[in-house]
């Protein structure tokens, strides 16, 4: 058998030359311009190569080792599909249990209202024939210690492996903090419960007290560095204060989980996850680990709520499959896929089972159980992933440097970047710089809300300022702001006729054809009825079938050639009657017609959110 090495006889092709073809095909425009900057700060080329993992520190690192970026299982790439559950009655909650876990989830988590209180009755009613140290077991609300108690009782009582209880308790005094700019009972006596915990915990290992809610960050509509730096920092700040109060730092590090949400930036998301179990096992070691395995993150991922819509709500399918994807190559312990109707429901078995089912066809159909970090190696992913790190820990510093989370917290510094980071997503949607499919793209025009039982879903209440010691972070919807000025056409439209938009198409078959598109596309985001023309043929007869229709809003669709005598000619006979519109802005003809009046055009440079606000308010909406 030959050992000849396959292409062999072909020269390398070095990266200038690589560059140098890519010009060309540009046509003279430089390279560099193919070169983007991501919105956390660093440049991503357009094509990387097996050279660009040259100072890639961690590229030797094996699975399962430190510092585990390639995560924390030697052979394979197993997480648990978790499933949350409002607790509302413990023996039909536990029915729904014991039917779950034999549909494949194997982590619930059980979500307990504000005047709910359970203790070690309720909680064996609700756990009546689960095996705690086979399926995981989340808990958030209640009295914390109350219910790790009752756990530690009841897995005894039961027999039940304490080596094997898996589960976690949503301990998490910094994020409440965040949430709501003030401790429940006060600083000290919120953070001073983390060490009875721990005394209370100290026989479940596998047992997380603390999770770092970090998804507050994301779902505030922060980026991908600032979730890893400020919840690394929320963890540093935990681990200084455990051990400082005599908790090793062994056991510290193994008792918090992180709680991430999974946004639709494919490959970022893959990268943020490797990343920060690189961090994490970084910062903690830096607190005298005597057991590398301590230094494991342990993470738990949802999918994002910043990117959910509630019209064309079924996209949001899409969305959480492609997240799903990212979180499971990233390498997470835990997933929770939210049902595509959370936004505005409390979901129920259609939603919950789509919801589940996304992970289990990844796991079993799919086999993205089967490969320890699928993502090695590939040069694109473990530059991000490097990126990410350098960013992030220069960041982590920074906060150090002013004191801790808390403190910086305290002064505003973490609210602050946030802000500038979701102000900058907001004005990509405005813009449709960035897409989020059928609200500000694409929107299905023949969907209507009506009037909603409850408008919380898309007005928020306020908060209660009397409590208030630093600004919390605000969390909402990307799509909100669309929505709600959708919302606002529809509902005027149950008392009043629908807004029309109606096209005046005329001239260049190809221009008027693409511009009632985008027109379409356009006034559709507001809810607006829209009616479309396959052309007229005469200028007066379109302006007698504009009169016949009756519209609220005419828009002019054709080409800058034939704006030049159309435009002026309808403007002037339909400007008495009716909103009259331009699509497009031809430059040479804006100053002339805004000298006859015509003041509205919609462009692709045109801030959609607002002028659509601007319409509104001209038809009384």
Partial sequence: MSDKKLFKEFAPVLT????????????????????????????????????????????NSLPGQFPF???????????????????NNYKETNKKILDLSLKGVDSFGFMFPPESNPGEKELEILLENIRADILELNFSGGESGKILQAIDTLAKKYNRDLEKVKGSL??????????????STGEEENIALLPELFKI????????????????????????????????????????????????????????RVHFAVGSEYFMEIAK??????????????????????????LHVSSSLW???????????????????????????????????????????????????????????????????????????????KELINQAWKLFLEVEEQGGYLSAFKKGIIQNRIEKEAAEKDRKLAFRKQSILGVNQYPNINEHLGVLNDESVLFPGSIEEDKIESQPLKLYRGAMAFEQLRYRTDKFA????????????????AMRRARSQFAENFFGVAGFEIIDNIGFKTIDEGIKAARNSKPDIVVLCASDEDYETMAPEVYDALKNDFIVVLAGYPSALVEKLKAKGLENFIHIKSNILEELKRYQKMLEV
């Fill in 69 to 87: 970026v390639r995560g924390n299982n030697v052979q394979q790439n197993s997480w648990l599909v978790r499933q949350d559950i409002t607790v």
């Fill in 16 to 59: 200038s030359q690589w560059e140098e073809k890519i010009e060309k095909d540009l046509k003279g425009k430089p390279y560099s311009k193919l070169i983007k900057k991501t919105a956390e700060g660093f440049e991503i080329k357009p094509f990387y190569r097996e050279e660009d993992l040259d100072n890639i520190p961690f590229k």
């Fill in 307 to 385: 990117n959910k819509t509630m019209y064309d709500p079924y996209v949001n399918m899409l969305r959480t499959t492609t997240e799903t994807m990212s979180a499971l190559i990233g390498g997470i312990n835990s997933m929770t896929v939210l049902p595509f109707d959370k936004v505005f429901s409390r979901g129920d078995d259609f939603s919950e089972r789509i919801a589940r089912n996304q992970q289990l066809i990844l796991k079993e159909e799919s086999y993205f159980d089967k490969v320890a970090d699928p993502a090695a190696g590939s040069y694109y992913i473990e530059n991000l992933t």
């Fill in 170 to 183: 949503n301990v998490d005094p910094l994020g409440e903090y965040t949430l709501n700019g003030h401790f």
């Fill in 273 to 298: 996850f490797r990343a920060f179990k690189l961090l994490w096992s970084k910062m903690v070691n830096a607190y005298g680990l005597s057991n590398a395995e301590n230094a494991k993150a342990h």
């Fill in 494 to 509: 149950t008392k009043n006729p629908r807004s029309k938009v109606w096209m005046f198409t005329y001239g260049n078959l």
């Fill in 201 to 256: 915990g100290k026989h479940l290992p596998d047992f997380q007290l603390i999770t770092i809610n970090a998804h507050l960050f994301h779902n505030a509509g922060g980026g991908v560095v600032s979730e890893l730096a400020f919840a690394l920092a929320m963890g540093a700040a935990y681990m200084t204060y455990l051990t400082d109060k005599g908790v090793s730092a062994d056991e510290t590090a193994s008792k918090i």
